[in-house]
């Protein structure tokens, strides 16, 4: 079994720096997008267990990265908890109900890792036996603060204000919307490590717009609790944190009950590394645009961050998904910088 990336995630020694792609499964595959237009539309294919494996091993398969990630996407929790989303051709997701009032907040359910999301659940076990131990899979969630924001706004948004809105003018229902996104997360993930997940990522998308103090607040808090939820039923999962343009928040962060610090672009790997300390490992933090260029300048800048973050506690990646335009030859030629990298 090839459990870099792991032993990596735990601060082990490894032969080799381990590599994946956030959003590797998906729209730059030509593989991807056969399925995906077998299908009305991309939500069926989150629903279907076969389908959502079929495309979760695509990138496995093509790309040859050190692990699989399951194929879904962070919106079946709000969905889960009473708001369902549509994936809108083009445009991203929208929720036709949103969270108005305290009223709203009542009427949501709390996500149990045991009957609901029963299609990820399935997904999972169906990749695990299909990777065989190969490598390992990831399984992820949204953290509770990019969730809210969603449930709020409806859809997405530069600004956020409407969801932001409710945090600065009544904390307390914000508060209470949540906890209740929060205690679903964690059944969510224990459910996913309960059927096979190796390891767990939590993506704040939404990270970078708040103020630190709101950031500490109305994210972190939740993050935490619910790295400590997950640690108490798995104390060896290890947990990757991404709070995308979070800079802010690293010392904050590194204090988190995780294994795994992941980093965007604009963040140094050198001046992270000095804020965080050496007790995380780190993951990222390639801007995804860099490989739009040529073979040669996606070898120096990957090289120039490989060395920058050092082969020990580090777990190459992009800093953020991977656009839908890039090439796949491009990837691959990322991967592999990274792979004969000594
Ligand atoms: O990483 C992977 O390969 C696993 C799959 C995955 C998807 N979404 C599939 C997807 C993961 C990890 C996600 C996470 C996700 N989803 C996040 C957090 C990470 C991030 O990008 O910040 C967020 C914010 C979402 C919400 C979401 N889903 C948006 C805003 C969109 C529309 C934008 C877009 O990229 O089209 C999606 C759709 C989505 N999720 C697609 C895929 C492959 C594209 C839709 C399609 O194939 O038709």
Redesign the pocket.
């Given at each position: 079994m090839n459990d870099l990336i792991i032993r990596a995630a735990k601060g082990e020694k490894v032969e080799r720096i381990p590599v994946w792609l956030?959003?590797?499964?998906?729209?730059i595959l030509p593989q991807y997008r056969k399925v995906?237009n077998k299908v009305k539309d991309?939500k069926e294919l989150v629903k279907n267990p076969e389908l959502a494996c079929e495309v979760t091993l695509q990138p496995v398969n093509i790309l040859n990265v050190d692990a699989a990630?399951i194929?879904?996407?962070?919106?079946v929790v709000p969905e889960a908890m009473g708001l369902p989303y549509l994936?809108i051709e083009s445009k991203?997701?929208y929720f036709e109900k949103t969270i108005k009032s305290v009223k709203d907040i009542k009427k949501l359910n709390i996500v149990s890792g045991r009957e609901d999301l029963k299609y990820v659940m399935d997904a999972i076990k169906l990749v695990k036996k299909e990777l065989n131990g190969s490598i390992p899979l990831i399984g992820?969630a949204?953290a509770p603060w990019?969730i809210f924001a969603y449930m709020v706004e409806g859809q997405?948004s530069k600004t956020f204000s409407k969801a932001k809105k409710l945090l600065y003018t009544n904390p307390l229902i914000s508060h209470e919307l949540l906890t209740k996104i929060s205690k679903s997360t964690s059944n969510y993930l224990i459910g996913q490590i309960n059927s096979g997940a190796d390891m767990v990522q939590i993506?704040d998308?939404w990270a970078g717009i708040l103020s630190p103090e709101m950031y500490a607040e109305f994210s972190l808090k939740y993050i935490s609790e619910i790295c400590d939820e997950v640690k108490k039923n798995f104390p060896s999962i290890p947990i990757t944190v991404f709070a995308?343009d979070a800079f802010f928040a690293l010392q904050k962060l590194s204090k988190l009950n995780c294994n795994v610090i992941g980093l965007d672009w604009t963040m140094d790997p050198v001046e992270s590394r000095k804020i965080i300390g050496p007790g995380k490992t780190l993951q990222g933090n390639l801007d995804p645009c860099v490989l739009y260029s040529d073979f040669s300048t996606i070898k120096k800048v990957s090289l120039k961050m490989i060395q920058n973050f050092g082969k020990h506690r580090y777990i190459a990646n992009l800093g953020?998904?991977v656009y839908?335009d890039t090439k796949v030859d491009n990837v691959k030629c990322f991967i592999d910088t990274v792979k004969n990298y000594n």
């Open positions: 956030m959003r590797q499964a998906g729209r995906r991309f990630i194929f879904s996407d962070i919106l994936m991203g997701p992820f949204g990019t997405g993506f998308s995308k953020h998904g839908p």
